[in-house]
DNA sequence: CTGAAAGCGCTTACAG
DNA sequence: CTGAAAGCGCTTACAG
């Protein structure tokens, strides 16, 4: 691979003067000259050695994201957004799914600053482990100190998100639509209980129902994973108990999916016998049968405006917090309550009830 | 950031004998020198600057994968697949979104080859381009003689795919699937044209009318993109149409997921009106209403197997060709043929229905 | 077992 | 406008 000597004694020019043309600085270079170095790095098929040039920067033009899983539309659509800045910006972006391990996240990190990327973005929230928290803090900010950037797009342990959407609002907003419908016994899948994102969804879930002037019910809390199969789970947790609800809030849409799925195939029909109601507004939320309400959030927006974060962090601009606002999409999930609530009328249809 | 210059300093040693302790080579070093140095590296936060490592080594534990777009599932999993491999074999991977398009494939295998990425594996499919292929291949060849590895997950202009799926077998299969339930006038929505794996697709459409002893007709296929846009238009482009067809079969899931939803738009009902088959078994197949006959490819798989075959490659052990198998997988949306087939049914129906 | 030195490919003061 | 030279942080023959 021809490097920038090899051009600069084809152009019989010194590695200085070729280096001036190629790297495209505004020091000045007779025209002729130039052409010359430009004619030789054509026919070499000149490409600069991205490793020389970080070398002498201390720094590489590589922002890598912190997914929890890729395969997670939610994170899929906001890499998908980083990338659209990045790619802009000539950076190149390097996905890590963590699956939510700190293990995987701090070797991760540690690549990254091996690799002396330009900047980590953390798509995902942080989890409430003090020892990895702790270790990360350092890694976090030895990274900071060597002129990267560090930018969270959810919460976390060491505070608020860099930009991020408005988790507890948009809760509180679907709480209230569901209240609006007519719903007073709404129970709430929340999500990890670790995830701090899944705390601020919980706290939406709080003041939406406080707006309204409904008590907070404990049992109608049910702590989750953040995926389908705990979707099902809770569902089974909630039909398996003894309150009352008419309706399911849940933390994303993956649980709502999985909710819906496993109600299907318990026979609850939906809307009509329970409503459902997730958060995000993954692409397969229009999909489903019944098709999901959901709060739309910016995502792809969200890695877009992360990334710009990020350029400017390393510009050395002032930076401002962002909190994004959501969008509330009622589809069929949702409808007026029944009659009577779940779980008590599965049980009296399933005693009293054909078949 | 400390430099192997600071650590050997603070150990009393010099950067050689540093170097050989904290890359661990197998170099002999004593054991007392080798606890100082280890010490002084935990004391000093040392991280080893991979860049400098990869100007020695002309190479950079990174792996670049192009794709079509990271928020389409399919490509999502298969990025996970590589990321599987990757992570346990202490590379980074790079993500590109091509959208198909040749002049940003271009730019991302420019870049990673300025950043000297050991490999770049490309997920999707190449298209039928002259110029832009005649480009690329000067590109890859440069990457393949500067000792990176390219590996092809799908067929492309410069030939076989290294790891693949037998896309042919796998919509010949659904085709005799579609048979056995009685469909004799089976539509096919191909993707698009200049696709080599559409192409693919196409052909196992083909060959299992064969093998049924069906004849094929030009007018039941059409030439579509690869989304769920794609998938709704060709459905009207069918309806408009003057032939009979008792199913739709796809040559992906998205495109049957379009189909689907625009057929429910036109209250036509599936599969009692008209089956359709998907193909891909992406995670939403299973959850549209009603969930999708379709066949499974296995992506994360493809991609682990595209990692290993990148790592075989760099270590210079012989390759070898590898195709994977896929599976049916049947679900609501095929069924016996209905007594009429559209678009006829569907206009007498529009006529002479009520409403 | 240890170290001095060269060199990977670039950029950038510095001198002219 | 041009070039000689130093140096970014590492590894690896080579010498001892």
Redesign the pocket.
């Known amino acids: 691979?021809?490097?920038?000597?090899?051009?600069?004694r084809l152009a019989?020019?010194?590695?200085?003067?070729?280096?001036?043309?190629?790297?495209s600085?505004d020091?000045?270079?007779?025209?002729?000259?130039?052409e010359r170095v430009l004619e030789a790095a054509r026919t070499l098929d000149?490409?600069?050695?991205a490793?020389?040039?970080g070398?002498?920067?201390?720094r590489i033009p590589v922002v890598g994201v912190i997914v929890h899983d890729i395969t997670d539309p939610y994170f899929a659509e906001v890499v998908r957004g980083v990338e659209d800045g990045a790619t802009a910006a000539g950076y190149l972006v390097i996905t890590c799914s963590s699956e939510r391990d700190a293990e995987r996240e701090r070797s991760y990190v540690r690549l990254l600053r091996?690799m002396r990327a330009a900047a980590v973005i953390f798509a995902g929230s942080g989890f409430d482990d003090p020892q990895l928290n702790a270790e990360m803090g350092r890694h976090l900010a030895a990274m900071r100190a060597e002129g990267a950037a560090v930018v969270h797009l959810s919460p976390h342990a060491m505070g608020e998100p860099d930009v991020s959407v408005d988790n507890t609002a948009g809760i509180a907003a679907m709480v209230a639509a569901l209240v609006a419908l007519g719903h007073r016994r709404i129970a709430f899948l929340a999500g990890p209980r670790t995830l701090f994102v899944a705390r601020d969804r919980l706290e939406g879930y709080r003041r939406g129902l406080a707006d309204a002037g409904i008590g907070f019910d404990e049992q109608l809390v049910v702590r989750t994973g953040f995926d389908r199969e705990a979707g099902a789970l809770a569902v089974d947790t909630l039909l398996a108990g003894e309150v009352a609800f008419t309706a399911i809030c849940c933390a994303n849409d993956l649980l709502a999916l999985g909710a819906l799925a496993q109600l299907a195939a318990l026979g609850v029909e939906v809307p009509r016998d329970v409503s459902v109601a997730g958060f995000d507004d993954i692409s397969v939320a229009a999909m489903t049968a019944p098709s999901l309400s959901t709060v739309r959030l910016p995502l792809r927006e969200l890695g877009r405006r992360g990334f710009a974060h990020v350029d400017r962090a390393l510009a050395g601009e002032p930076l401002a917090g962002e909190l994004m606002p959501t969008q509330l999409v009622l589809r069929e999930s949702t409808g007026a309550p029944p009659a009577a609530p779940l779980p008590t009328s599965l049980a009296t249809s399933r005693t009293g009830g054909a078949r």
């Not at 691979?1 to 600069?8: G, K, L, Y």
């Not at 019989?12 to 790297?23: E, H, K, P």
């Not at 020091?27 to 130039?34: G, L």
């Not at 070398?55 to 201390?58: E, S």
């Open positions: 691979m021809a490097s920038i000597t090899e051009v600069a019989g020019v010194s590695t200085a003067t070729a280096s001036r043309v190629v790297s600085s020091y000045p270079v007779s025209a002729a000259t130039r000149y490409v600069p050695n490793l020389a040039r070398l002498l920067n201390r091996s």
